[in-house]
Structure formats: structure tokens, C-alpha cells
């Protein structure tokens, strides 16, 4: 097909293009047959040129070797014209990355044969020759030891759009001076973008070396579409952030993604709120209750249409969506039924912290919401899958998330794709819930099938064994008039988490897993050929011969020249290995608990599989004793190839702490929250190795090197900034990340343990004393139900009691004539730390004590300090009550020295402190009391019961202590007490 019939192409190179030629996502492909026809495609693809085709053949170099090698050529060719060349072959690479979608991901199946128009027929000849070329296609596209699906359809287009997009002559030019027509416009750089995203996708784990290209690209595309000079519109905008973020959760940065999507929502004008509305869920309730939903409403009015770009649809036509199964359930309805009329008094029980809704979204009638925009949709769902579960009592479950994606199914978007991933989003939250448990395995089954229905072409059916017309599916297929275009499906797909058809089959099979149906499961796996998988099912249920033999099948010839049922595949390795050799060598090294196998798995991968050394570094780790050198030299092995893995990152942490390499494990630490920032343990083992590291020192060849190139003025700043480094900088780093991981698992008494301690290990004047007060009361919260006073860590809380009533100086004076008027109380602001002091002791600590004399003198202490001596006097005697109560079997009965000293002290206190100082005070004044009192003494019998307390342990000591020199002190204590008026 001429060029002509493709009139946009023209724009894109060149100094006449538009502005929507350069536009971040500005083109679709309803025709990628005609573009993959022309003579520079078949040049491109191989077509004709038998000396590259022979070295492909005998495997000399790879199909993609042969592609890159005609590029250079075209590109090259000075008989070309540079800019229409560079044109058409980003095409090219377009046009095969969407068909290879459109055949494993959206479908509807492709109208023709992509094996014939890419795959030269020199290399196609028969069909064993045609999927031994597919074949090393596949293990070249092999990247850090991980390898793709071994039987991925129509692989060729891939490849194809691989080695094209990638090419650095066309996403990025050098574009001369005299040649501004060469500047490269966003959409080849956002191809490439995407080609390897999809790469990464394809993998069974992320690759560091992708994941690095795919993000240089979306570096490059923000600064050029957020640059103001260039007047993207808010639509280009949004569609960058919604498929950035897709790309963050990916990998795994949720908190980025959902920094990304709430900007989209701000581009697109979008509001929405999760909240709760009175309704019914079941069919059985007899009363409204709060039920959870998304209330959601577009700038716009959402019709598919609303582009100006784009054909309105015409108001009686229907929309294609995919077919929605209804629960039939016995109990629940198939949607909430809201209360109508609702009170316009009662507030709504919001999730989020907003304390109202905005007034667009308190209008919308929940059982009738207005239908949203594509793009909105899409941030609904994407927000959704960016939520994981990492802290059950703290944040979204999966049963908050299910309002997300009622609400695009409700009302939402009917774009067919959009509508899919709302289906399949629902299944997967459906499937943890038992009344919901059937419809959502049925519903993901109804999507499996019609992805493989829609995605059939006759090459990728002939692959599986299957006839584009005879592919069997749940539900009937749908009409052609009843489904959606090509352009429609392909529409939004870059911003969804789409998956391909091998990957959906693959979650069906693991859900039958899940629900114990593993022969179900073994058949799909099976029919895929993932042996790893059906390995991994067999290893599950105790079937470790089974598995071991799947494996070893697959990686080692028979044992005999004569194939036998019983053989076990002990002979020489089958040569070349399979793609995944890598993965299934470690499986079977796991099934054996043989290291040598996960070594070999590091081998064949060219030393690039990374979860081989962390499977043997788990092996040294399991050994008795752990080999801990070992398993780190392994964590390292693995992270230079794969540098973002967030559990190698604290595996590796964890390691080192046991190693006693603090600052190698604060390293460790660092990286592991900077990938995962909601990771409350790894923020905990921080704190643990900073605590360990040295006190800072300012190194003398530093210093006297800058105190040289100083003025006389400034040598005393310096000195005080660098050569008295602070001693407990790393206490106060470790003290922020315990924080930090105190938010994020806010009933974990460890963590809070933790937070005290290290708190308290700070010295004046830098003591965090809020710290220290809050991380008691929440011990005390947690802890306190069940432990009691013992949950109270009394060393601390005698530091602040201190602090309290010494640094504050508000002690009370005593008079000369044994009388003494109390002092006026302090002054106790709300907020203050005095005022957090003491409601940390007159709400969570006094409620707990039952036997600790020292928590009593404590109280004791500070109610002196708030002047109010009767009470402080009370305190002291139940500390000198508890004490005597808990050495009296051991002092008295069984004759033990500490304790009959404990208690001889404790009643010297007593009087001392307790009754000789406090019981002439005056009275004071109790709460509510008004007008002028009477004054009234604490105790005015304060010498009685001096005396009494004391004969009273004279007594029971009488038979084991008498004529001890502690008895002797407490007779000469009772003679200082016998005068005076009683």
C-alpha cells in the first residue's frame, strides 16, 4: 500500500507538522496490516535478503539481529529521504506493537497471518521450522536471566516492534543545526516507552535493566509535557500521569503512583470521595446501615465522545461492553440499595479525612450516579490496584476497594477495555469474600475466555492447538456488531494494568488453587506448558517426586536411550536449555535443597539471574548455624543485577545487623524504606543499626584544612559546628525512624518499646519528652489490658516525674514551726508538657497500679509538686503498703535480708518523707470547693501513725530481726516520735 494512504505520517518528521502530531499519545492503528505491507517493512523484516536469511537459519545471529542489521541499512541509504524514512519505519514499529496487543491482549482476533507478512518465507517453511525460529525469538528476548512465555503468539511482531522502537536513530536523533526537520516527536520516545514496559510485563519479575531504560524515557517525557512552553493540554497531561502511574505500581512505588493519580484527577477536573451512605446489602435486613461507595463526578459529561477530536455517539446506540454476571446469591443483593430521602441533617461516615464533602459530591444520588469520563474512570481503577494491603487496621482492605470498582461498572465508563479491567478487578476482590467467591471465579473464567476468543489469530491458534472458529467459551461468543473495534479496545489500554491472555489463564488456574481445586488448575497449566507452575502444584501438596520429575524433564535427557513411564531424566542436559532454565533449576534446587542447583541456575543465565543467589543465600541462612557471610556475599551477588528489589534490600539488612556491620546495615536499611516507604519493619531495624553506630567525629585533617581558608571572625562557628560533632546525632536519626514506623504499625508494642527507649536515651537539653510521654501512654494502651502496671517502664517514667518537679521548680517550702502552708499550685497550661505529664499519670498510669510501691511514690511526688499534699500522703502509704505486702512471706516468714531491708526502708520513708512532711501541711482545697474553709491539716495525727506504722513492723520482724541494726533504726525512728500531742 502506497504512502499516500497514510496522510499523518507526513506531519511527523518534519518542519510542517501540526501540534497534534507531536502530541504525547495522538495515534491509533485500525490498519496495522496495510502498514506492516510496504517494501520498506519487508526490507525491514528480512524479506529477500538470503545472506542474512542463511545466518539466521543456522543460527548464526538472531531474527532481532537481522532486523537491527536492515534498519541501520535503510537508515543509512543515502538514496533515501531521511525524514520519510525515519516516518515510516516508527510505523512500522507501531504498527507491530499493536497488533501483537491487539493478538494477546484486547483482540478482536487479527484479519491477518503475522507469521506471513513478517517472518520471511525462507524461514517459515514448514511448521517445525517456523516454531524453532519462534523459539529463539523467545530466548532472545531473555533479559536478566528472566525469560517470557515460552509459547508467547505471534512473538515475530513483538520482536519486530522491539528492535524498531529501540532504535536510537529513531527515538532520538541527533538532529543537526540545519536540520530542525529531524527533531523527534514525543510519541517515538513514548513508543519505545511503552515497547519495553511491555517487555517488563512479559518477564516473571522486573528486570533493574528495563525498569532503568523505561524510566529514563519517563523522565525525558515529563520534563517535555509538563514544560509550559509547549501548551500540552490538560487531556495529555492526564493520560501521562495515569500511564506513569501504571507504570509506578508496577513496579511496585504505590505511594507514586497515587501522588501521579491524584494529579490526574486535578488535570481532569475529577472529584470523588470513598464515604458511606445508608443502604441494604442483603435481602434480609430489616434496617438501613452505613454502606461504603464512591461517589465520582467528571468535569465533563463522560460520553465516549467528548473529545472534539472524536464523533459524538449518537444517543440510541448502545455500547459494546463485555458480558457482567449477576451474583445469584441467596443473601446479597446484586446492588446496595441506598436509603432515599435521607435526613438532610445526618452526616455521612467518611473514610477519607476530609470532614465534608464537597457539594458536587454530597448532591449525587448513589443509586444514580452521572457517567464519568474515560480518563476518570481509569484513575478509579488505577487507584484501586496502587492499594496494597500492608497494614490491615491502618489503611484500605480489599473491601474498600470494591467501591472503585462499582463504580465504573455502575455508570461509568463503557469503553470495552475500560469496563473489562473493571470486571476483572471486581473478580479479584471477590474472590477473597465466601458469598462472593463463585461469581468472581465465574466472571474471571467468562474474561479468560473471551480474551482467548477475541485474541485467537490463526497462528496463534494453530500454536495452541486450537481453530479460530472452534475456540470454546463460557458464555456465547459475542456478534461481531455486539463487540469493539480494534481502535476502541487499543483506545486506553497504556493507561490500564492490562494483562496479556497467558497471564489471566495463569491467575484463573492459581484462583482454582486457592479454592483447592488443583486438578482444574494442573490442566491449564498443563495446556500453557508452565511446567514451573504445575511443578509448583505438585511441590504444594506434598507430591515432591511428581515435581521433581515435571522439572528435571524438562532440563535433563532420559536416563535410558529408551523412553520408559518410570523414567527420572538422569542423563546429560538437554542442549540449548529452555528459556527459563534459570527459574527451573532453582525450583528443583528447592525441591532437592541442593545449593549446586541454584548455582547452575546462576550459570546458564550468564551469572544475570537474580533470584538465584537469593534462593542460596536463603539456603546458607536455613543451615545450622546460618551461614551469614556467605548469605551476604549472595544478597550483593543479587542486587547488582537487580538493584530495586525491596526484599533482597532487607534480607541483606537483616543479615548484616546479625554480622554487627552497622553502617553497611544502615545502607541496607536506607534503601530498602527508599523503595517501600510503608515498610514499619525495615524503619524499625534502621533505628536498631543506627543505634549502633559510633558517635560522629569531625576528621582532623577536615578540619584543619577549612578552619585554614576561614576568617578570624568565623573560627568559632566552626569550631562549634564541626570539632563538637552532636554525640547522639544517630540516637535522633534512629528516633525519626522508629517514629516513622510507629505510623505505620501504630499496635505494635515492640515498635513503641523502641520509641521509648531511644527517647529516653537522649540527653537534656534534647530529650524528647513528648516522645517519651506518648510512647508510654501508647505501651500502656496496648500492653496495659493484659500486663498491668508491668507495662510501665518506671526508670523513664522517674525521668520525667524529675523533670517534671525539679526542672520546673515549683517545690513546695516548709516553715520553720513543723507547720507549713502549702504552696500555691502551678500553673498548668493544656497542651503543655507538665499538663501531658500528668494526664499520662492521672488517666493511664494510677488506673493500672496494684503492687508497685515505686509508681506510688512517684504519684506521691507529683501531687506534692500540683500542691496537694493529703493526696501525695495517701500515695506514700499505699507505696509502703505494697511494699510490705510483697516482702512479707520472704522478710517475715522465711528470714531473707533484701527484703526485711526493703521494708525498713520503705517505712523510714514513710515517715519521713510521708507523714513528718506532709501531715502538718495544711489541706488543700478539693475541686468544686468554694468560699472561705476552715483549715484542716493533712493529718493531724500524723505522729500516731508514724508510731504505728513502725511498731507494727517491729512486730512481725520481732522473731528473725530483733537486735539487727536495722531494727535498731527503726526503734531509735519510733523515739523521735514519741512526744508531742497524739
Known sequence: MPLSDFPYLDNLYGPARTPASVRYDSLHFPKTNALLQPSLAARVFGHGNETLLQEVSTGEVTYGDLIAKNVHRVLNDKSENAVSVRSQLLHIGLAALSAFVQSNVTGPPLQFSPSQVVIPEELRGTTSALQSLRDRIVRSL??????????????????????????????????????????????????????????????????????????????????????????????????????????????????????????????????YALTGRLGRRTKFQNRDITQLLVLAKSASDGSEGASEEKVEEKPTEAASKPQNLDLNDDTLLEAISFKKDEPSGEKFVTVQEESSLPPALA?????????????????????????????????????????????????????????????????????????????????????????????????????????????????????????????????????????????????????????????????????????????????????????????????????????????????????????????????????????????????????????????????????????????????????????????????????????????????SFTRTVQLEDSDAEAWSNLAAALMNLPPPTAPAAEKSGKKAELREDEEDQFDVANETPDPYKHHKEALGALKQAARLKHSDHRIWDNVLTVSASIPPPDTPFRDIVFAQKRLIEIRGPKQGEKCVDVPILTAIVKTLTSDYNFDTPQSTSGKSNVASAPTIRPGTLPAQIIKLLDENVIPLITHSSALWLLVSRVEKWRGRPSRALAAHEKAWRATVASCTQAAFQMGDKKKWNDVVLATERLVREGYATLGPMDREREEGQEGEQEEELVAKDWRFKSRSAIRGILGKGKEFWEDTEEWKRLKELSAEFSGGNV
Not at 199 to 223: F, G, P, R, V, W
Not at 478 to 502: I, K, N, V
Not at 552 to 567: C, G, M, W
Request: charged content about 25%; glycine content about 4%.
Open 363 to 667: 448532591a449525587l444520588d448513589p443509586s444514580n450516579q452521572p457517567k464519568l469520563n474515560p480518563l476518570d474512570s481509569i484513575i478509579l481503577l488505577s487507584l484501586a490496584s496502587s492499594i496494597k494491603n500492608t497494614s490491615p487496621e491502618h489503611g484500605l482492605t480489599r473491601e474498600e476497594t470494591l467501591p472503585y470498582a462499582t463504580r465504573v461498572l455502575e455508570g461509568g465508563s463503557s469503553n470495552w477495555q475500560i469496563y473489562s479491567q473493571a470486571l476483572l478487578l471486581r473478580s479479584r476482590i471477590e474472590g477473597y469474600r465466601s458469598r462472593t467467591v463463585e461469581r468472581g471465579l465465574l466472571q474471571l473464567q467468562a474474561l479468560v475466555d473471551q480474551v482467548i476468543a477475541d485474541t485467537a489469530s490463526s497462528d496463534s491458534a494453530a500454536a495452541n492447538g486450537e481453530s479460530t472458529e472452534n475456540v470454546s467459551t463460557f458464555l456465547p461468543r459475542p456478534q461481531s456488531s455486539e463487540s469493539a473495534s480494534a481502535e476502541e479496545r487499543l483506545e486506553y489500554l497504556w493507561l490500564l494494568d492490562f494483562g496479556t491472555r497467558w497471564d489471566l489463564e495463569a491467575e484463573l488456574a492459581s484462583r482454582w488453587v486457592e479454592l483447592g481445586g488443583l486438578r482444574t488448575a494442573l490442566e491449564i497449566y498443563e495446556r500453557l506448558q508452565m511446567w514451573a507452575e504445575v511443578a509448583l502444584c505438585y511441590a504444594a501438596t506434598e507430591r515432591e517426586d511428581k515435581a521433581r520429575l515435571i522439572v528435571r524433564r524438562q532440563l535433563y535427557l532420559p536416563t535410558n536411550a529408551e523412553i520408559d513411564e518410570n523414567d527420572t531424566f538422569e542423563g546429560p542436559e538437554i542442549s540449548p536449555l529452555p528459556a527459563n532454565a534459570p527459574r527451573l533449576f532453582c525450583i528443583l534446587g528447592e525441591i532437592d535443597k541442593d545449593p549446586a542447583m541454584f548455582e547452575r541456575g546462576w550459570e546458564v543465565s550468564n551469572h544475570r539471574y537474580a533470584r538465584a543467589q537469593r534462593y542460596l543465600a536463603r539456603h546458607y541462612l536455613s543451615l545450622k548455624p546460618p551461614q551469614y557471610e556467605k548469605a551476604e556475599e549472595a544478597y550483593q551477588k543479587s542486587l547488582a543485577i537487580n538493584r530495586t528489589n525491596h526484599g533482597a534490600w532487607f534480607a541483606l539488612g537483616c543479615v548484616q545487623l546479625e554480622l554487627e556491620k552497622w553502617k553497611d546495615a544502615v545502607d
Open 142 to 271: 531473555t533479559v536478566d536471566g528472566e525469560a517470557i512465555y515460552k509459547l508467547t503468539p505471534n512473538v515475530e511482531l513483538f520482536c519486530a516492534a522491539k528492535v524498531i522502537l529501540n532504535e536510537a536513530q529513531i527515538v532520538a536523533p541527533t538532529a543537526p543545526e540545519n536540520a530542525p526537520e529531524l527533531q523527534v516527536p514525543l510519541v517515538a520516545r513514548t513508543a519505545r516507552m511503552r515497547v519495553n514496559f511491555l517487555h517488563q510485563k512479559m518477564l516473571s519479575e522486573c528486570a533493574s535493566s528495563l525498569q532503568t531504560l523505561i524510566y529514563d524515557d519517563l523522565e525525558e517525557l515529563s520534563k517535555a509535557i509538563f514544560d509550559e512552553s509547549q501548551n500540552h493540554s490538560s487531556e495529555d497531561k492526564a493520560r501521562f500521569l495515569l500511564e506513569r502511574a501504571t507504570i509506578h505500581t508496577h513496579h511496585g512505588f504505590d505511594v507514586k503512583a497515587r501522588a501521579d493519580l491524584e494529579r490526574a484527577a486535578q488535570e481532569t477536573g475529577f472529584q
